[in-house]
């Protein structure tokens, strides 16, 4: 049998953070984008495509998370793709970010003044430039503080792909704690390494809202 | 796609919901409870109470559930307190929620004038009765939708729950997909069912609301 020091669990749960961290990127980037078409879809002038933008983002807004990685890791292969949990992983987490992304994004284009529509359509621009030029930087700027508090709710939300078998942080830990019987330590560390990566967040996030409530 | 294992698995799937709901009943009544003690201890508490409880929701709030409920479920036990799996379920999911909800309803309490605590004690009740009669009911009304959103997520963050085999929603769906090899299909139903559950949840919430609290909640 293999003996695990205390610093064997710090070591191996930190190696298995990388992933934790590198899951939560590409989740983010990959919902941002997605979450960027959705948003299109969502503010057109087109009232279906607005109808059902807004039934995907409750779709994923009224379902639990698990049950959409779920479907993804037992969906995709019905359609006869081969997926790691690797793959199910990262796609579940993008539609789930990109859903909520869409949405924080579509509260700051809504909480813009009327005018500056006006205002972007009296310059002669057509509504791509409009949006692009006027409308996104001012609705991204205002949503940044509730976009930092997605991220960290993302970043917790890839503890669960540990049960579709990707081996994050959280399967590690279960890993060690099978091997080493130290539920307590194992789990306390898991939890300081997510506090580690979220709290940083969570106070910048904090920042931002104070600094935008001060403007 | 294949659904004709469906009629023979309704009864677990009712009976798993019905474990959910109780899970959520419980988190709803007692996270609600203890964060109405958490964010008055944190308004007018002593220094070290107000610093525990601050300490308590950011630790809460930056670390996953469920990592929260294997600490509860798996590490307690070596300090002596072991629990079953339900009420270790019920425990970790209330803790949490009153996480979220102590930041709510102190936003509320922050929300209600100052000159309503004055008005009342110039009337002469003492300082809880103005807490539980003027400022609370005030509060309560305008956080209330925040409140039951953060209800609705709980319930949908409950799924997890079934990873220390307390028998609710997810649980069953895993047992079912077990038995008919339909793991897609079992999986797609019960996420319907979650879906009609929240949906219901949340008009549920909004109606009783109004008709407890007043107009005035949307």
Known sequence: MIEFTFWDIVRNLLLAARWTVLLSLAAFIGGGIVGMIVLFFRIAKNKWSRRVASGYIALFQGTPLLMQLFLMFFGLPMLGLRIEPWTAAALGLTFFASAYLAEIWRSGVAALPLGQWDAGASLGLHYLQELRLIILPQAFSITRAPTVGFLVQLIKSTALTSIIGFEELVRTSNAINNATFEPFKVYGLVALIFFVMCFPLTQYARRLEKQAAAR | ?218
């Open chain 2, 1 to 218: 796609m294949a659904f004709g294992w469906l009629p023979g698995a309704l009864g677990d799937i009712a009976h798993g919901a019905a474990t959910t709901i109780l899970l959520i009943a419980v988190t709803t009544l007692a996270g609600t409870l203890l964060s109405i003690l958490g964010a008055a201890g944190r308004r007018n508490g002593p220094v070290l109470l107000k610093r525990a409880i601050a300490c308590y929701v950011e630790v809460m709030r930056n670390t996953p559930f469920l990592v929260q409920l294997f600490f509860i479920f798996f590490g307690l036990p070596s300090l002596g307190v072991r629990l079953d799996p339900l009420l270790a379920a019920m425990l970790a999911m209330t803790l949490n929620m009153a996480a979220y909800t102590i930041e709510i309803v102190g936003a509320g309490l922050d929300a209600v004038p100052g000159g309503q605590t004055e008005a009342a004690l110039a009337l002469g009740l003492r300082p809880r009765q103005v807490f539980v009669k003027i400022v609370l009911p005030q509060a309560l009304k305008i956080i209330y939708p925040a409140l039951t959103s953060q209800i609705v997520i709980m319930m949908l963050e409950s799924a997890v729950v079934s990873q220390i085999a307390v028998r609710e929603l997810t649980y069953e769906a895993d047992m079912l997909q077990a038995r008919t090899f339909r793991s897609f299909e079992t999986y797609f139903v019960v996420t319907l069912v979650y879906l009609a559950l929240s949906m219901a949840l949340r008009r549920l919430l909004m109606s009783g609301g109004r008709r407890a609290l007043g107009a005035g909640v949307s």
